[in-house]
């Protein structure tokens, strides 16, 4: 079993990642969570690329390397541990390449990017996708006192098509269920939850 969660920043992905965690440990499952970009040496060394402030990087190589680090942990972490029948709880998976580097960079067009991203992810999908809808404002609100890195210095315009870009997910994809973030932690809790599949 596959569980993503996606988000702008600020959305509460962490928070609800570590409930849902509890909870499935307390239901006397096996439960891992890892994130993207991460969760492998190699996927770490990319992720720290790719938030370095200090690096300059080409949209379709940001792209590439998103996904050369999603490459690693499926294969390294994802597919053995659901071979093994451990539920895992993915922060972040390639829908945030679809709205993070499709719609918000445009780095390449939507279809190619979805090309990508099969390959990066060796076939494996989500069984169910948590989008944690959050507005721009609030966003902007609940990140204000944080250092932002080379991502979160992308602009306004940028997240406008970044949300743009998950929504339009949400509605397309039946395996996403969109909640509303600026509710309670508990609210969402049990929104998540009452949707969980098992
Ligand atoms: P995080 O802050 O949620 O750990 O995610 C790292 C940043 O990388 C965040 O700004 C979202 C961004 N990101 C992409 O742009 N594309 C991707 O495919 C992934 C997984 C994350």
Redesign the pocket.
Known sequence: MLITFEGI?GSG?STQISLLKKYITNSGKDVEVL???GGTDISELIRGM??NPEIEIDPVTELLL?SSA?SQLIAEKVKPLLAKDVVIIL????D??TA??GYGRGSLPIDQVHQINRVASHGIAPDITFYLRLSLEESANRTAHMEK?R??QSGIEFYQNVIKGFDELAEKEVRFMTIDASKTVEEVHKLVLSNLPF
């Open positions: 920043d992905k994130r993207e970009p790719l938030l998103f999603r922060d972040r998976f390639y945030s390449t993070y580097q890195d991502m979160e």
